[in-house]
């Protein structure tokens, strides 16, 4: 089992920043490649980026390159989302998750999920 617990979300004017954290614990975090998605109310869930298990390869939401970076610290059991010049459409509870070794685009091949953190993005 691996627990993973996002933190970091809040209530940001567009332009704004934020930084998401993912604190995971249970098992060897960097034998894990980990995403970030998003929901938005009353839409599917979303890859916006995921990043390898040893934080060699990234990949980016069209959307959102140029803006959001992925990042880990293996060492601290951590993963990372730096988001820059925020747009009211970035509203959306953000979720990390983790897949066994290799990275994926889609959400169904992720086995753990954080709760969650709300992003609200205003105008």
């Known amino acids: 089992q691996v627990q993973l617990v996002e933190s970091g979300g809040g209530l940001v004017q567009a332009g704004g920043s934020l930084r998401l954290s993912c604190a995971a614990s249970?098992?060897?975090?960097?034998?894990?490649?980990m995403g970030w998605f998003r929901q938005a109310p009353g839409k599917e869930r979303e890859l916006v980026s995921h990043i390898t298990w040893s934080g060699s390869s990234t990949y980016y939401k069209d959307s959102v390159k140029g803006r959001f970076t992925i990042s880990r610290d293996n060492a601290k059991n951590t993963l990372y989302l730096q988001m820059n010049s925020l747009k009211p459409e970035d509203t959306a509870v953000y979720y990390c998750?983790?897949?066994?070794?290799?990275?994926?685009?889609?959400?169904?091949?992720?086995?753990?999920w954080g709760q969650g953190t709300q992003v609200t993005v205003s105008s």
């Open positions: 998750a983790a897949r066994y070794f290799h990275a994926s685009d889609y959400a169904a091949d992720y086995n753990y």
């Open positions: 249970g098992r060897t975090f960097s034998n894990y490649a």
